[in-house]
């Protein structure tokens, strides 16, 4: 007579839960990545409200604005959203700030969005260069470039 056990032995489900732990552990950090880039991209919209006045003074007057009063916004610590605790101008360049609700990983990060211009042909309009990206050519970059966001967050178009 023999006997018949259906089921899993003990040694099957912890080779099982272990292999399930290793794929978690490894999915893990690139979630939290995709997480980090989403906040971030979420963020951009936010500078557009800064961006308007910038191009206005760029097509009437060809300068760049030095701050938000220049621009007619507020301080930069009242532009926030869930992630965002400020949004600053500073010579044509806007400089985004995180806090609040962010990852740690960006929490008091900034990030930022440059102007670059031809310089000889006026007319030709801001194109906006994010974080550590390079601008087109012949254009010219103006304002400072303080991201100081880690690399592996940013998205492409930022880096």
């Keep these: 007579m023999r006997k018949r056990f259906d089921g899993f032995?003990?040694?099957?489900?912890?080779i099982v839960?272990?292999?399930?732990?290793?794929?978690?552990?490894?999915?893990?950090p690139s979630a939290q990545n995709s997480t980090v880039r989403k906040?971030?991209?979420?963020?951009?919209?936010?500078?557009?409200?800064?961006?308007?006045?910038?191009?206005?003074a760029w097509k009437t007057a060809q300068t760049l604005l030095p701050d938000n009063t220049?621009?007619?916004?507020?301080?930069?610590?009242?532009?926030?959203?869930?992630?965002?605790k400020a949004?600053?101008?500073?010579?044509?360049?806007?400089?985004?700030t995180f806090g609040y609700r962010a990852n740690g990983g960006i929490k008091d990060k900034t990030l930022s969005l440059r102007p670059a211009i031809v310089e000889d042909a006026k007319i030709v309009p801001i194109t906006w260069v994010c974080g550590n990206a390079k601008a087109p050519d012949p254009m010219t970059i103006k304002g400072q470039n303080?991201?100081?966001?880690?690399?592996?967050?940013?998205?492409?178009?930022?880096?």
Excluded at 17 to 28: E, G, K, Q, R, T
Aim: glycine share 2%; aromatic share 2%.
């Design 87 to 96: 949004v600053a101008i500073e010579h044509g360049a806007i400089h985004i």
């Design 39 to 56: 906040q971030i991209s979420d963020a951009l919209p936010l500078a557009d409200i800064a961006k308007k006045p910038i191009d206005d």
């Design 70 to 84: 220049a621009a007619g916004l507020p301080i930069p610590e009242k532009i926030v959203n869930q992630h965002i």
């Design 146 to 159: 303080r991201t100081d966001v880690p690399e592996h967050y940013l998205p492409f178009a930022c880096r």
């Design 9 to 14: 032995t003990l040694l099957e489900m912890m």
């Design 17 to 28: 839960i272990s292999i399930m732990v290793i794929l978690l552990l490894m999915a893990m």
